[in-house]
Structure formats: structure tokens, C-alpha cells
């Protein structure tokens, strides 16, 4: 019990430290945020304006945002509501007690078939690797499935420990790991494709048709479930891992986003998974017979799974707590084998300095990947920034977060002002007169700020990673002579950082949009919809221009229009209302109009030279 409250403490201070979630993970947190928060209102989730590559299902977020309010609603009677980021982080380490919780069922499993030094040994283990502590608290769509599949698979290994309930136990693994696959991920239904085929066509435990008809009973539900629930999210008749599948293995289009070597995967991805437990894991595939049984349908998965171009370590994540496992389980063999000679002492100096060494790894990275989610620390950032603009109540803040920002951490839970700030991520959004014309008055972005002055200013700046390098052998002699060994443990590496994203605000915000609209428009009336002399300046204009040619602006019926009255004062001299503009520059009011058009054509000449035609002549 005491290791799993280790597991599990481990699991909150890496889910604390980086509180942010990456672009991978965005749609199951987005639909967390939503379901949360706009319950059925189907048009206010994210998915419908920001679908990505391929759907993926609400299934897991339903059950997530269930658990999450079951203890946000106790908690709201008693204090405060709490602030949407301790919301993301409560949604989070819920999924993380449940990858928690599953381990711990497969420890049971490898204690029934190992022993319990193995089972200890195997909680140990997991603590010192870094990626399955800190994507327990990921929502990655491995993640959902991760906790099934652990329960499944301890009872796959307790099926081999029983005699009388083997068959049950085979009936459980299948149950489990089709409905992860059919809902979650088609790679859990690869993995048990082949287990089912060693324990059919190998060992003999199966017999063919009853797993197959096990497999049918769990499946067709799941299908069921997931075409009612998610075609019902994503409003039209839809399985999301099927077409994920279809996307992956038929089309082979993930290999755009970058292939690797075959052997990549055993060469490159398990030795940073498992850490110690990849060379224990190979000694003791070779040296004993029962643990070669229990990772032969792992291996194999994974070379299939080389067999395709494009590799990611969450393809085979569900390979890490069984190659953990038979490293458990050779320590406790050689643990119980050399009883109290020096041999165990040396076992255990030997066993204790790798797993240190995989601690220090997996704080150094903890410590790296704190730099990747730029885009929500820059949010957060943005909220605490200290303006004058956050203090005028009249001024409407408008944010735009470009596609770096809502790829490296901005998600909804990050919207901490809303609705009284407006957030934006609209990626057709890119140019300055993009910004000026949708009125954002603050900009997250990669884009450096020289690109968009003087209109924006820079008032932060996010790091990020750059690269990791290796320190000069001298710095590790001198922490050695010097016994400064906190110092090396803590960044054994250099890490270098450079600037990832800026935050950027309109320095004067009305002069800003009024300079826009008058380049971007040649005829500009800035008006009141209740004034007389105004309606006077429409129908006047509209005897020579047609439709659309004159762009009028109500000011009464914008929230900032006392700070664009000041801005057009500033501007023209004038205050009073009508105002009109002719090639960026103000010809007065009512009555200069009435006097131009008096006094002959040059009324009518300036507008029919910007375009206007006359529908008649003058009166």
C-alpha cells in the first residue's frame, strides 16, 4: 500500500509541475471543458470548429467529467467554485488514480504468478520511469484505454497462475482489452489479436471459436456504445476509431508526420521507456522460461508494429508495466537466490544505483518538459500581466492565440477570464490587418513582434526548449572536487532555451482600429444610430453612393465607443457626430456636408472618385 501512495504521489507532483496538456492531448481535455461546462449545447464544443486529423471519441471524457463532478459539486456547497485550471488538474489526476488503481491489479496478478517480492519489485520499478508517471495524467486516448488494459491483462497473468479459473480469467482479458479497442485504440485490439493467437495456436488455454465468441459479446456492445454516444457529439453517424484505423493502417497517412527505422522501437523507444527495466527485461527473457511465455506476445506486437514507417511511444505504451513486470520478477529470483551472501549485497548496491540513476533521468526530463507547453504558461501569463487596459471597464479584452499557442498548451481551461475576456484561436488569422479587423487587443504568438509594429507591443515573452546538451567534462570534475553533487544530479545536462512565443497588446487600441478601417475603407461615417443629423448624413450620401460603399460605424452600439470618440477627436479635431471620412481624412459633419453639396460637385466629386456612383444628380 505504501509504494502505490508513492506511485500515486509521484503521479500529482509531475502532474502539478506541468500543468499543461500538449496538442495530442487537446481534444479529450477540450471535451472534458465542455461537457463540464455546457452540458448538451452541442454548438459550443470545441470539436465542431476545431475537428482535427481524425475524431476521436467522447467516451473517456464522459467519464472523466462524471468523476470530476461528483467532487466539484460537494465542494462548490461548501466553498468557493474553484478556478478552471485546479479543474483541469482535479480532471486529470482522477484519470491518473485510475491508471494508479489499475496497476495495482496487475501487481496482484504478478504477485499471484511471481510471488510477492515480484510485485514489489515490479511498484518500484514503475516509480522510476518517468513516461508512465507522467502520462498517467495525459488525456491521450492511450491513456483511457491504459486502465482496461492493465485490468485486463492481470487477468490474463492470473489466468496462468490458476488452474480452475484459467478459462474465466481468459474470458475477462478478452472482455476488457476488445472494448478498449473497439472505443479507445485499434492497437489494443492488435495486441489482443495476437494474444489470443499464442494462447490458441502456442499454448493451447483457448480454444478458438469460444474466443472468438467472447471477443463478438464485448465488441458489438462497444461498437454500439460508441456510434450512439459519439454520433451523437459529433452530429453525424460516425465510429471514431474506426476511422482512426482507416486513417493509421489502411492509408498509411501518419507516416507524413515523420517515419523511422524499423528497429526503432527496440532501439530508441523501450531503452527510454523502461530505463533499468529494459536490460532486466532482456536478461530475463533469456534466462527463464516462464517469463519468455509472459513477453513473447509483447515482443511480437511490437514488431509488428515496426513493420509501420510512422512510430510513437504511445503506440506500445501498453508494453511498458509487462516488459516492468519480468524485470520484477528477475530481481526477485536473484533477490531469494543468493540469501544473505555478499552477492545480494552487491545485487542490491547494483539495483539501488539504477534505479537512482533512473530517478535522476526522469526528475531531468520532469525538469525538461516543463519548457514544452509554452502556450499555456504564456496564457497564464497573460491573465497576471498588470495593464491599464485590465482596469478600464469599458475596454472589451480580445485575445487570438495562433496554432503554436493552442498546440503547445492554451486549451480552454486556460480561459480563466472568460466571459468577460473573449479568446480566439481562429488559424485563418495570421496578418496584422487580420488582427486590426477581427479587434483583438492582445496576441499570443510566434510571430516576432518587429512583424507587427508599431500597432503591437510586446509586454512578454514564454521560453521554451531549444536543445540539451551535454555539459564540458571540466563542470563534472569540478562538482566532483567541489562535492557539488545536487548540482549535477539536478541538470546533469545544459538545457538551453530561446523565445518560443510573445504576448503582444495594441498599444492605443481605438487609433489602431480607426487607422485601419480608414485605410481599408475610402468612405468612412462614423455616426449614431439616434441622431438626427446623422440620418440627415445617410440619406445624403446614400443620393451617391451605392449599397456597401459607405462603411458607417455606430458608435453607440459598440462597448469602447466613448474611447473611439476621444481617439476620432484626437484625430480630426472634431467631437460631435456625424464625422466623415474621405481617403483617411475628415470632411466635418452634417453641415459641411449639406455645405459642400451646396456650394457644387466637390461633395460629389470626392465620392465618385473612391468608387461611389450617383443614383441621381443633386437636387
Known amino acids: 500500500m505504501k509504494l502505490v501512495l508513492v506511485l500515486y504521489g509521484l503521479i500529482i507532483i509531475h502532474c502539478i509541475t506541468c500543468p499543461y496538456t500538449k496538442v495530442e492531448e ?148 478478452i472482455y476488457y482489452l476488445s472494448i478498449a479497442g473497439v472505443i479507445f485504440r485499434f492497437e489494443v485490439g492488435v495486441l489482443l489479436v495476437i494474444i489470443m493467437c499464442y494462447e490458441t495456436l502456442v499454448f493451447r488455454r483457448l480454444g478458438l471459436f469460444e474466443g472468438l465468441r467472447c471477443l463478438v459479446k464485448s465488441a458489438i456492445p462497444s461498437l454500439v456504445l460508441s456510434v450512439l454516444v ?34 526503432a522501437y527496440f532501439t530508441q523507444f523501450l531503452p527510454r521507456l523502461l530505463m533499468i527495466s529494459y536490460p ?20 511480437t506486437f511490437v514488431s509488428v508494429f515496426s513493420l509501420l514507417p510512422h512510430k510513437e511511444w504511445r503506440f506500445i505504451m501498453y508494453t511498458i508495466p509487462i516488459f516492468t513486470a519480468a524485470a520484477g520478477v528477475i530481481l526477485s529470483k536473484a533477490w531469494i ?64 492565440m495562433d496554432v503554436k499557442t493552442a498546440m503547445t498548451g492554451a486549451s480552454r481551461f486556460g480561459q480563466l477570464n472568460y466571459p468577460a475576456w473573449s479568446y480566439s484561436k481562429i488559424e485563418s488569422h495570421t496578418t496584422l490587418d487580420d488582427f486590426l479587423e477581427a479587434r483583438y487587443t492582445h496576441l499570443i504568438t510566434a510571430t516576432p513582434p518587429s512583424a507587427l509594429e508599431p500597432d503591437f507591443t510586446e509586454v512578454g515573452v514564454t521560453y521554451g526548449l531549444e536543445r540539451i546538451r551535454p555539459r564540458p ?22 538545457i538551453d532555451v530561446k523565445p518560443a512565443l510573445y504576448t503582444l497588446a495594441l498599444a492605443r487600441p481605438q487609433q489602431s482600429w480607426i487607422q485601419y478601417t480608414l485605410r481599408k475603407h475610402p468612405v468612412v461615417l462614423y455616426s449614431k444610430s439616434y441622431c438626427p443629423y446623422c440620418r440627415g448624413a445617410k440619406q445624403l450620401l446614400n443620393r451617391y453612393c451605392v449599397g456597401q460603399q459607405i ?44 455645405e459642400m453639396d451646396q456650394q457644387g460637385q466637390s461633395l460629389r466629386d470626392k465620392l465618385q472618385m473612391n468608387g461611389c456612383l450617383g443614383n441621381s444628380a443633386p437636387e
Open 337 to 400: 537466490r543468493h540469501g544473505n551472501t555478499r552477492m545480494k549485497i552487491l545485487l542490491a548496491l547494483g539495483v539501488t544505483g539504477g534505479m537512482a540513476l533512473s530517478l535522476v533521468f526522469s526528475t531531468f526530463l520532469l525538469t525538461v518538459s516543463q519548457l514544452n507547453y509554452p502556450g499555456g504558461e504564456a496564457l497564464w501569463n497573460l491573465h497576471h500581466l498588470q495593464q491599464p487596459w485590465d482596469t478600464n471597464q469599458h475596454q472589451q479584452i480580445s485575445v487570438h
Open 26 to 173: 487537446s481534444f479529450n481535455l477540450q471535451a472534458i471543458h465542455d461537457i463540464l461546462h455546457h452540458g448538451t449545447s452541442r454548438s459550443r464544443f470545441d470539436h465542431l470548429e476545431f475537428p482535427g486529423v481524425v475524431p476521436r471519441s467522447f467516451i473517456g471524457a464522459l467519464f472523466i467529467a462524471f468523476l470530476t463532478k461528483l467532487i466539484i459539486l460537494p465542494w462548490s456547497w461548501i466553498l468557493p467554485p474553484i478556478n478552471l485550471l485546479t479543474e483541469q488538474l482535479l480532471a486529470r489526476l482522477l484519470l491518473g488514480a485510475c491508471v494508479c488503481f489499475s496497476l495495482t491489479k496487475l501487481q496482484t496478478a504478478i504477485t499471484s504468478l511471481y510471488g510477492f517480492l515480484a510485485g514489489r519489485f515490479f511498484l518500484l520499478l514503475c516509480c522510476c520511469q518517468f513516461h508512465l508517471v507522467f502520462w498517467s495524467t495525459r488525456t491521450l486516448p492511450n491513456t483511457f484505454a491504459l486502465p482496461l488494459v492493465l485490468i485486463g491483462l492481470s487477468h490474463w497473468i492470473k489466468s496462468m497462475a490458476s488452474t480452475s479459473g484459467s478459462t474465466y480469467h481468459l474470458h475477462r482479458m
Open 230 to 263: 459519439d454520433s451523437w457529439f459529433w452530429q453525424q453517424w460516425i465510429w471514431p476509431e474506426g476511422m482512426v484505423f482507416y486513417f493509421n493502417a489502411i492509408l498509411n497517412k501518419s507516416s507524413e508526420w515523420g517515419t523511422l527505422s524499423w528497429h
Open 280 to 299: 532486466l527485461a532482456i536478461l530475463a527473457f533469456l534466462l527463464d522460461a516462464r517469463i519468455r511465455r509472459l513477453l513473447l506476445p509483447f515482443a
Open 473 to 494: 567534462i571540466s563542470s563534472y570534475l569540478n562538482a566532483a572536487k567541489t562535492r557539488q553533487w545536487s548540482q549535477i544530479l539536478r541538470q546533469p545536462l545544459d
Open 551 to 594: 462603411h458607417i460605424v455606430e458608435l453607440d452600439q459598440l462597448q469602447d465607443g466613448a474611447q473611439i470618440k476621444q481617439a476620432l477627436k484626437e484625430l480630426s479635431g472634431r467631437s460631435t457626430f456625424p464625422n466623415l471620412f474621405v481617403d483617411g481624412v475628415s470632411l466635418g459633419g452634417f453641415d459641411n456636408m449639406v
